[in-house]
């Protein structure tokens, strides 16, 4: 059974150098603010595997989680619902430089919660979208493309430049 894990002590798990573990967690991932808009990961909390090896001088480590967006499509506003797989990897090597050394391990304390959300956060696409073929909304009128009749159209308003022409009388 997974258990929720922020901060976890790999210490606890007495690995010696080439040993390794796989583990089952579930991490809390926060909701996020992309282009403007919030989204939540659902499930919550999100069931993650962890796979954790010893070096001769650190750690190696994967993480692999995938989840839902709920939010809305940067197109046409309807519950995005993205699915996005991620698959982060770590390396800690005390002394190795800054290549080498890991932002989320201090010690041996794993900050998961901070790795998993900025795993999320790289493995994000460039836009979310409701389905990779949306159409958006009609710049003219807002409607939402997906769902209008085909050859939806507006008639393209005179060009203001020959607006004059049209208090032109000629009595």
Same mark, same amino acid.
């Given at each position: 059974?997974?258990?929720?894990?922020?901060?976890?002590?790999?210490?606890?798990?007495?690995?010696?150098?080439?040993?390794?573990? +796989?583990?089952?967690?579930?991490?809390?991932?926060? &909701?996020?603010?992309?282009?403007?808009?919030?989204?939540?990961?659902? &499930?919550?909390?999100? &069931?993650?595997?962890?796979?954790?090896?010893?070096?001769?001088?650190?750690?190696?480590?994967?993480?692999?989680?995938?989840? +839902? $967006?709920?939010?809305?499509?940067?197109? /046409?506003?309807?519950?995005?619902?993205?699915?996005?797989?991620?698959?982060?990897?770590?390396?800690?090597?005390?002394?190795?430089?800054?290549?080498?050394?890991? &932002?989320?391990?201090?010690?041996?304390?794993?900050?998961?919660?901070?790795?998993?959300?900025?795993?999320?956060?790289?493995?994000?696409?460039?836009?979310?979208?409701?389905?990779?073929?949306? $159409?958006?909304? /009609?710049?003219?009128?807002?409607?939402? $493309?997906?769902?209008?009749?085909?050859?939806?159209?507006?008639?393209?308003?005179?060009?203001?430049?020959?607006?004059?022409?049209?208090? $032109?009388?000629?009595?």
């Amino acid at each position: 059974m997974a258990s929720k894990v922020d901060i976890f002590d790999l210490g606890r798990l007495g690995l010696t150098s080439g040993e390794g573990r +796989r583990l089952d967690l579930e991490v809390a991932v926060d &909701p996020l603010e992309f282009g403007g808009e919030r989204y939540a990961a659902v &499930p919550r909390p999100v &069931p993650a595997i962890m796979d954790v090896a010893r070096t001769t001088a650190g750690y190696s480590l994967r993480l692999r989680y995938a989840v +839902r $967006l709920s939010g809305p499509c940067t197109r /046409c506003l309807a519950d995005a619902g993205a699915p996005v797989a991620v698959d982060a990897r770590e390396l800690d090597q005390p002394g190795g430089g800054e290549e080498l050394s890991s &932002p989320y391990l201090h010690g041996d304390e794993l900050d998961l919660h901070a790795w998993a959300r900025e795993a999320l956060v790289l493995a994000l696409p460039t836009q979310i979208l409701c389905r990779d073929d949306c $159409l958006g909304l /009609c710049a003219v009128c807002g409607e939402d $493309l997906n769902a209008a009749e085909p050859g939806h159209s507006h008639e393209a308003p005179p060009d203001s430049r020959w607006a004059k022409l049209g208090d $032109l009388r000629l009595d």
